[in-house]
T-cell receptor, first 114, second 112 residues
Framework: DARVTQTPRHKVTEMGQEVTMRCQPI?????VFWYRQTMMQGLELLAY????????DSGMPKDRFSAEMPDATLATLKIQPSEPRDSAVYFC????????????FGEGSWLTVV | GDSVTQMEGPVTLSEEAFLTINCTYT??????LFWYVQYPGEGLQLLLK?????DKGSNKGFEATYRKETTSFHLEKGSVQVSDSAVYFC???????????FGKGMKLTVNP
């Protein structure tokens, strides 16, 4: 059963620390998304890759966030330094650009910054 | 820009009640429309979708019809179950893009 895998599932860290979240997209998928979910803002798109190239990161705070795809099987989202307002659930999703727009979500990384 | 507006709830229903969750959208062109569901502690799962006007998406007893004239994609189910308790998100993509624009989500609780 193919699925998007995210690590860590849960992370508690202190303000100022670096946080790295990892995502393994479904094998063969060529689009990858990072979304952030909070009670106040709902689901926000942070970054979007196609064939490992960043297409849109306009929703991502550039001063502290960065997103990369070192290879087709790994996407990373890094926060440095982390702040309490970054506490949220971060979802990775992947899709195949020829499949009629259906994308599949991972179970999320639940981040708490204290 | 493109946007989705949906009922935010929370909503509590009794088992076997009828469910409607309203969703309207603002978009240029002809978006594809989606309903995603998020069960507690899990990621989002695609529930159903429609890619052109008058299409009806259906899955697990849920239905939604793409209404271009009212720019709506309301979700309905005739008889909800306790297992339908979840957060429901309406979303769209535009012009062949895979980027999903989500509504705020609506939490549904179904009591026995």
């Amino acid at each position: 059963d193919a699925r998007v895998t995210q690590t860590p599932r849960h992370k508690v860290t202190e303000m100022g620390q670096e946080v790295t979240m990892r995502c393994q997209p479904i094998l063969g998928h060529n689009t990858v998304f990072w979304y952030r979910q909070t009670m106040m803002q709902g689901l926000e798109l942070l970054a979007y890759f196609r064939n490992r190239a960043p297409l849109d990161d306009s929703g991502m705070p550039k001063d502290r966030f960065s997103a990369e795809m070192p290879d087709a099987t790994l996407a990373t989202l890094k926060i440095q330094p982390s702040e309490p307002r970054d506490s949220a659930v971060y979802f990775c999703a992947s899709g195949l650009s020829s499949s009629g727009n259906t994308i599949y979500f991972g179970e999320g990384s639940w981040l708490t910054v204290v | 820009g493109d946007s989705v507006t949906q009922m935010e709830g929370p909503v509590t229903l009794s088992e076997e009640a009828f469910l409607t969750i309203n969703c309207t959208y603002t978009a240029t062109g002809y978006p594809s429309l989606f309903w995603y569901v998020q069960y507690p502690g899990e990621g989002l799962q695609l529930l159903l979708k429609a890619t052109k006007a008058d299409d009806k998406g259906s899955n697990k007893g849920f239905e939604a019809t793409y209404r271009k004239e009212t720019t709506s994609f309301h979700l309905e189910k005739g008889s909800v179950q306790v297992s339908d308790s979840a957060v429901y998100f309406c979303a769209l993509t535009q012009g062949g893009s895979e980027k999903l624009v989500f509504g705020k989500g609506m939490k549904l609780t179904v009591n026995p």
